[in-house]
């Protein structure tokens, strides 16, 4: 091989590439054990090169958020309202379920921006659109994605964590007095610790518990539908 012949056949350097090998790096290790000097080691470039492509950090994080929110899939074609919103929901949370590092990031960055990202922006917007398709007022759609929200993107935010397995919190009161002082909590969390036959199954924020959730939500909202 003639000398710079490897360097002419090598894959050119792309935004497209280096967001692939950032959520390649943050799938393995979390976004936390993420760097620059990562991406470019796995792409064997000097770092400074992905400069050129992506100017800082949170440029970063915002392609790498557009990349997975891409692989959410299109809206189905000739169903109702209730069918294509719940099958992308629920295609956007197994994205969320490969990627376990973008509910984290998705809002902290939806957080720190004026707006959302464009790929997010452009899947919220479609939603909206089916919500409309589906005959919903603008009032009633606004009260849709504000119900349903981190849902929307495939996940939620929880009040408990009642996982099994989690180490035992060193602070939490003994068993008695928690019961004396919070009898309904104590009551629910007993129930869903001993309870195996829960229509919704053991633990929190499971796929059964999300499909449950999401599908109250989307009856509620055909009931208001018909109403307004």
Excluded at 20 to 45: Q, W
Excluded at 137 to 149: F, R
Aim: glycine share 10%; with cysteine; net charge negative.
């Amino acid at each position: 091989m003639q000398p710079g012949a490897a360097a002419r056949t090598r894959r050119p350097l792309s935004r497209k590439r280096i967001l692939a090998a950032a959520v390649a790096l943050a799938d393995d290790g979390g976004v936390a054990a993420l760097s620059m000097r990562k991406i470019a080691a796995a792409l064997g470039v000097v770092p400074m090169a992905l400069y050129k492509h992506v100017a800082n950090k949170d440029e970063l994080l915002d392609g790498m958020i557009d990349a997975v929110v891409g692989e959410i899939d299109p809206p189905a074609d000739g169903v109702g309202w209730k069918p294509a919103v719940r099958g992308r929901v629920l295609s956007a949370r197994r994205m969320l379920l490969r990627h376990p590092w973008a509910p984290g990031v998705i809002e902290a960055r939806m957080k720190a921006r004026s707006a959302p990202t464009p790929a997010v922006l452009g899947y919220l917007d479609s939603m909206i659109g089916i919500f409309r398709a589906g005959g919903f007022t603008l009032d009633l759609v606004h009260h849709a994605m504000h119900i349903m929200g981190s849902r929307v993107l495939g996940f939620s935010q929880e009040l408990f964590e009642d996982s099994p397995g989690g180490e035992p919190d060193p602070d939490a009161l003994p068993p008695e007095e928690m019961a004396a002082r919070y009898p309904h909590v104590t009551e629910l969390a007993m129930a869903v610790a001993h309870d195996a036959e829960s229509v919704v199954g053991a633990g929190c924020d499971d796929q059964l518990e999300f499909e449950f959730a999401l599908d109250l939500m989307l009856d509620g909202l055909e009931r208001l539908r018909h109403a307004s």
